[in-house]
């Protein structure tokens, strides 16, 4: 057994357990990836042993457990990457931080509407309310491309875990084919091109499961 283990859902539809995931890869550490189907019958007693709140991602490492995705970017950012998750200078560490908190605590529209499926390949017309978050979005990654992104090609140059935050959103916005203007739509691209958000499409792509729409929406 690995001293850091991380607790996924499935590739297709788990769009949280994308973070973690590939801030642990693009950083290159050895991790052992513990996979659970959800929404089946027997779902919650796997995830049981593993996780407080019956959700993924969960990251154990030693005897420390952590739920929840942007608290485990932060734990592994501290505790197994020197701080290096995040951008150096304070000003723009504090941007990237407000910016990964409001990936996970907003979005409620873009996060029913159009869920996170590596299968889906059409256009979803969005609703007013879902069009308002896109913009805001698109507004997001124009302007820390322009403000911050000179040494690299991610929102602060190097990749951080803001640019995590983010994947799951770049592959919804290709499934369903979101207008963006220039600037977001490179940044949309640079993300998908990314080897180990390429790899985890495919192997989500190869995943049988089928959920509905309904619970795709809140995985
Ligand atoms: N805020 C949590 C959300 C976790 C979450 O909703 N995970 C989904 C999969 S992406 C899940 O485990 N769903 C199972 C369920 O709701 O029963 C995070 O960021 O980790």
Sequence with gaps: MKDIRLVIGNKNYSSWSLCPWLLLNMFDVDFEEIQITLYQDNTAEKLGPYSPS??????????TTVWDSLAICEYISENLLGGAGWPGSPQRKAHARSVSAEVH????????EWPMNCKASYR?????ELE???ARIDAIWSCCRRRFGEN????????SITDCMFAPIAISFESYRADLCGDANTYMQTL?????VQKWI?????????????YASTA
């Design 192 to 196: 998908l091109d990314n080897p180990f």
């Design 54 to 63: 019956l959700k993924v991602p969960v990251l154990l490492h030693k005897d």
């Design 152 to 159: 690299g090609k991610y929102l602060y140059g190097r990749f």
């Design 124 to 128: 979803l017309s969005p609703s007013q």
């Design 105 to 112: 605590s907003e979005f409620a529209t873009l996060k029913t």
């Design 132 to 134: 308002d978050e896109v």
């Design 202 to 214: 495919t192997l989500g792509r190869r995943e049988k499961e089928h959920l509905s729409i309904a």
